[in-house]
Antibody
């Protein structure tokens, strides 16, 4: 069974940094692309970033480009999202998801990031 | 970026009725269209991928159709557990944009 468990969220001040982790199990992690999707309180889903199975290819939404970095450690079956220069509008639940092609077939439970002074 | 527009934004319907939600893309995306269901406080769940392929474990009352720029999600006979918010997403090209969502409520 695919399991994805996010961690590392919390309250951070504007301009601060935070690193999210997503621990994966139940599948051959290194074979699959992974993605981060976020959802601001009461709002819809926003695609954030994607990384290939090898980690050699990444992409970002314009709203986070230059501030967020997606990475993975295939030896630890873990996906990361390093977030810096955080803004109030980055406040959201962040979900990691396993990709089949570019389709998010399995999702974690989500982790809340709150950017506030 | 490709814009995805869903209609309606909200819908009130009764158990047992047939419901259709539409998703339009700002440019052709072939059949690279996915549908997700999200219930309050829960992660999204993949229902349909590649416009019309049913994800494993999803009830047969859900179906998808369309290609190019216009797509539909149909629920043939609404069940109480289907009341949720539905999102379309294009997986044709990055950024993999979502529609704004359609909230399906009990009438």
């Amino acid at each position: 069974e695919v399991q994805l468990v996010e961690s590392g969220g919390g309250l951070v001040q504007p301009g601060g940094s935070l690193r999210l982790s997503c621990a994966a199990s139940g599948f051959a992690f290194s074979i699959y692309g992974m993605t981060w999707v976020r959802q601001a309180p009461g709002k819809g889903l926003e695609w954030v970033s994607v990384i290939s199975g090898s980690g050699g290819s990444t992409d970002y939404a314009d709203s986070v480009k230059g501030r967020f970095t997606i990475s993975r450690d295939n030896s630890k079956n873990t996906l990361y999202l390093q977030m810096s220069s955080l803004r109030a509008e980055d406040t959201a639940i962040y979900y990691c998801a396993k990709l089949g092609g570019a389709v998010a077939g399995s999702w974690g439970q989500g982790i809340l990031v709150t950017v506030s002074s | 970026d490709i814009q995805m527009t869903q209609s309606p934004s909200s819908l009130s319907a009764s158990v047992g009725v047939r419901v259709t939600i539409t998703c339009r893309a700002s440019q052709s995306i072939s059949n690279y269209l996915n549908w997700y269901q999200q219930k309050p406080g829960k992660a999204p769940r993949l229902l349909i991928y590649a416009a019309s392929s049913l994800q494993s474990g999803v009830p047969l009352r859900f179906s998808g159709s369309g290609s190019g720029t216009e797509f539909t999600l149909t629920i043939s006979s609404l069940q109480p557990e289907d009341f949720a918010t539905y999102y379309c997403q294009q997986s044709y090209t990055s950024p993999y944009t979502f529609g704004q969502g359609t909230k399906l409520e009990i009438k």
